[in-house]
Structure formats: structure tokens, C-alpha cells
């Protein structure tokens, strides 16, 4: 049969939860798109202005003209990675972006 502890036993310990605390987890991202100069300034851009932590950026041309940008950002919620997906595929020239 279990005990059940009195609340004013010294194995109670109160516990507060701070309000407005922002952890974020690392999503990585493949980016696919046409090739042009530029592209890696206009990305770095967006993501700079929507304030989202840069991990790792690593870019290649393809033998087919199109650049494959692989990112890892600090992400706060899936709606935001949802959000700045969204934005990433408003990029000029960008073709996809997909979660990796």
C-alpha cells in the first residue's frame, strides 16, 4: 500500500516555473535552389532578419546548376520552423526546402 507524503514534510520541495523561458531545439534544413550570385546573401538575410540562430551552413554547386545549402538553425516551436520554411521558400530562385 503506498504512503502519501504530508505537504509540509521536508521531501516537499516547492518548485516555480519561469514565465517567458524560450528553449529551442536544432532543426536541420536542405535548401535546393537555382544557382545565381548572391542566393547565400539572400538566405543568410532572411534568416537574419527573422532572428533565428545560425548553427551550421554548408553550400555546393550541382551539375545541374542548382545549389544544395544544407542549415541547421535554432528553432523555437514546429510553428516556427513552419514559419521560417515558409519564408525560406520566398527567397528569389529558391526551388524547395525540406526538413532533414
Known amino acids: 500500500m503506498g504512503r502519501s507524503l504530508d505537504e509540509s514534510s521536508p521531501r516537499w520541495v516547492n518548485a516555480y516555473w519561469a514565465d517567458g523561458v524560450r528553449e529551442s531545439f536544432k532543426s536541420s534544413l536542405e535548401i535546393i535552389a537555382v544557382d545565381r550570385p548572391a542566393l547565400i546573401a539572400d538566405i543568410s538575410a532572411m534568416l537574419t532578419n527573422l532572428k533565428v540562430p545560425i548553427y551550421s551552413f554548408t553550400a555546393r554547386q550541382n551539375s545541374d546548376g542548382r545549389s544544395s545549402i544544407l542549415v541547421t ?4 516551436n514546429i510553428d516556427h520552423l513552419g514559419s521560417v520554411i ?13 526538413r532533414t
Open 73 to 76: 538553425l535554432g528553432i523555437n
Open 86 to 98: 515558409a519564408k525560406l521558400k520566398k527567397v528569389k530562385d529558391v526551388v524547395s526546402v525540406i
